[in-house]
């Protein structure tokens, strides 16, 4: 019995954060169709901390940042401040991460060149596709190459 136990409880433990990455990464991408798929991409990671995985603390950074063009102009670039500190963050505790470098990718370009957050783009790209045929996380590659394919300028 003790061991069926340990393994129903090292199963629960392995599969959960792998549902758990495979759900932020699909909300992720489903965040930047509406308000409401930004809110519900909130709610996922609003309760990350700073001393956090360092790919959730990005995927926080991101979902403010998404969140700042739904509010007022006056509020809007310190929302989407708040969020680049994020991102910002997760990178210097992970900069060799592929996920950190990607969500920072997808920010940069899909925000206005006037903000000038956009200096790590090329690096970011270069990086990217380097690491991509040594990445054996089979959900990660399917979503660099979505973004790749779907929304990267380049």
Same mark, same amino acid.
């Given at each position: 019995?003790?061991?069926?136990?340990? $393994?129903?409880?090292? $199963? $629960?433990?392995? +599969?959960?954060? +792998?549902? *758990?990455?495979?759900?932020?990464?699909?909300?992720?991408?489903?965040?930047?169709?509406?308000?409401?798929?930004?809110?519900? $991409?909130?709610n996922?990671?609003k309760?990350?901390?700073?001393?956090?995985?360092?790919?959730? +603390?990005?995927?926080?950074?991101?979902a403010?940042?998404?969140?700042?063009?739904?509010?007022?102009?006056?509020? &809007? %670039? *310190? %929302?989407?401040?708040?969020?680049?500190?994020?991102?910002?963050? @997760?990178?210097?505790?992970?900069?060799?991460?592929?996920?950190?470098r990607?969500? &920072?990718?997808?920010?940069?370009?899909?925000?206005?060149?006037?903000?000038?957050?956009?200096?790590?783009?090329?690096?970011?790209?270069?990086?990217?596709?380097? @690491?991509?045929?040594?990445?054996?996380?089979?959900?990660?590659?399917?979503?660099?190459?979505?973004?790749?394919?779907?929304?990267?300028?380049?």
């Open positions: 019995m003790k061991t069926v136990f340990f $393994f129903f409880t090292v $199963f $629960f433990l392995w +599969v959960n954060p +792998v549902a *758990q990455t495979a759900e932020i990464r699909n909300s992720y991408h489903a965040a930047t169709k509406s308000e409401t798929e930004a809110n519900s $991409f909130y996922l990671v309760n990350t901390k700073a001393s956090d995985k360092p790919e959730m +603390v990005a995927y926080k950074g991101a403010k940042a998404l969140l700042a063009r739904y509010e007022p102009l006056a509020k &809007r %670039k *310190q %929302k989407l401040k708040e969020g680049i500190e994020w991102v910002e963050s @997760a990178v210097a505790k992970s900069p060799k991460s592929v996920e950190i990607l969500i &920072r990718l997808s920010i940069q370009e899909n925000i206005p060149k006037f903000l000038k957050y956009n200096e790590n783009i090329e690096e970011d790209r270069k990086f990217i596709k380097e @690491a991509l045929p040594s990445i054996k996380d089979a959900g990660l590659v399917e979503m660099i190459n979505g973004y790749l394919k779907e929304f990267s300028k380049k």
